[in-house]
């Protein structure tokens, strides 16, 4: 299986701040990277797929970069609903695989 | 809009099945959508299950070796999950999701609110 490394695990930032999270995979993914946002409680919520195209009615702060092993997900700005765990997917091959997720809370 | 719905016994005793049911609606799982569902243990991250299509192609992660069955019933427009010999480690709340697809890339782009299961005696 590819596994999905990111990091940091846990981050504190307040609002406003720029917020970058990494993603390393264990082998090539070319492209095939998304990133999800997941509240407590709640359903997780695509944000970025192909690693760097924005879902649909996902705010321009979020964006994604990277291909082959490494990617980051960044948030330019951050805002009060954005305290959230993020994770990162692969699918270029069976199994899909999920990193263990960084958690953004409040500093 | 696109609504999934998990259903199913909040509560499986070990060597057990769990038997689960998505209801779909606001889109028609005979599409060309494929349909997967995903786990997350109390507390863990996120456990790809595998998915279907409606055609009955499946795609199913080698760790559940073969205690997983899914399912499509295009009448009811459900997709259904079966895991046999069930233990605790299956405990989790299951999600259904849709995979949408642009190109070559896809992702779950709506899911379900999820049920927990919990795997007991």
């Known amino acids: 299986d590819i596994q999905m490394t990111q990091s940091p695990s846990s981050l504190s930032a307040s609002v406003g701040d720029r917020i970058t999270i990494t993603c390393r995979a264990s082998?090539?993914?070319?492209?095939?990277l998304n990133w999800f946002q997941q509240k407590p409680g709640r359903a997780p919520n695509l944000l970025i797929y192909?690693?760097?195209s924005l879902q649909s009615g996902v705010p321009s702060r979020f964006s994604g970069s990277g291909s082959g092993t490494d990617f980051t997900l960044t948030i330019s700005s951050l805002q009060p609903e954005d305290f959230a765990t993020y994770y990162c997917?692969?699918?270029?091959?069976?199994?899909?695989?999920f990193g263990l997720g960084t958690t953004v809370d409040i500093k | 809009q696109v609504q999934l719905q998990e259903s199913g016994p909040g509560l499986v005793k070990p060597s057990g099945t769990l038997s689960l049911i998505c209801d779909v609606s606001?889109?028609?799982?005979?599409?060309?959508?494929?349909w997967s569902w995903v786990r997350q243990p109390p507390g863990k991250g996120l456990e790809w299950i595998g998915e279907?299509?409606?055609?009955?192609?499946?795609n199913y992660n080698p760790s559940l070796k073969n205690r997983v069955t899914m399912s499509v019933d295009k009448s009811n427009n459900q997709v259904s999950l079966k895991l046999t010999s069930v233990t605790a480690a299956d405990t989790a709340v299951y999600y259904c999701?849709?995979?949408?697809?642009?190109?070559?890339?896809?992702?779950?782009?709506?899911w379900g609110q999820g049920t927990t299961v919990t795997v007991s005696s």
């Open positions: 279907i299509y409606h055609s009955g192609n499946t």
């Open positions: 606001g889109d028609s799982i005979s599409g060309s959508s494929w």
């Open positions: 192909a690693a760097s």
């Open positions: 997917q692969q699918t270029y091959k069976t199994p899909q695989t």
């Open positions: 082998q090539s993914v070319t492209t095939y």
């Open positions: 999701a849709r995979v949408a697809r642009s190109g070559a890339y896809y992702g779950m782009d709506v």
